[in-house]
T-cell receptor, first 111, second 110 residues
């Protein structure tokens, strides 16, 4: 079965600093990969999804970017963090029609 | 554009009660619908997945129903326990994307 690793688990960063969150997947190949964000008091928001290496689709305009350098690696980045970037970031994978599997998440606090 | 709404936003009930959580969606063209549980500080746990061709799924004390034509799903929890306290999220899958509700925060009082 799929296992998703995310790191770091928690992160505190100052406004304006760069960001790099990494997600790796084990136990499957050629998965669809997703980055979600959950801000305080709100539902999960889809940020990016990828159906293959180098293929990234963005759902919302923002100062974040994503890359997929390898089949089972998905990276979320920012050049300059904003206060509004604080939240809980979840990586997920799926091979539909199977269930999406989620990683443990990264809690980001931007100060 | 698909939108998912969950009602109520929060619910507090005594232990032992049966309860129903509601989820509605605006576009019936879904691939499947899932119910998740989110515990503080942990990843999501998938509870039940209902394919678009199915009407309901059951797992232990949980039963989820799906009515695509009316854009509704319910999660029924029987004989609630304090360990059921968590936030319950509903999500529909369309075009390889999950559209999420805001969740229902459930508190079961001992």
């Amino acid at each position: 079965s799929q296992t998703i690793h995310q790191w770091p688990a928690t992160l505190v960063q100052p406004v304006g600093s760069p960001l790099s969150l990494e997600c790796t997947v084990e136990g499957t190949s050629n998965p669809n990969l997703y980055w979600y964000r959950q801000a305080a008091g709100r539902g999960l928001q889809l940020l990016f999804y990828s159906v293959g290496i180098g293929q990234i689709s963005s759902e919302v305009p923002q100062n974040l970017s994503a890359s997929r350098p390898q089949d089972r690696q998905f990276i979320l980045s920012s050049k300059k963090l904003l206060l509004s970037d604080s939240g809980f970031y979840l990586c997920a994978c799926s091979r539909s029609p199977e269930t999406q599997y989620f990683g443990p998440g990264t809690r980001l606090l931007v100060l | 554009k698909q939108e998912v709404t969950q009602i109520p936003a929060a619910l507090s009930v005594p232990e032992g009660e049966n309860l129903v959580l509601n989820c509605s969606f605006t576009d019936s063209a879904i691939y499947n619908l899932q119910w998740f549980r989110q515990d503080p500080g942990k990843g999501l746990t998938s509870l039940l997945l209902i394919q678009s061709s199915q009407r309901e799924q059951t797992s232990g004390r949980l039963n989820a129903s799906l009515d695509k034509s009316s854009g509704r799903s319910t999660l029924y929890i029987a004989a609630s326990q304090p360990g059921d306290s968590a936030t319950y999220l509903c999500a529909v899958e369309s075009n390889y994307q999950l559209i999420w509700g805001a969740g229902t925060k459930l508190i079961i009082k001992p």
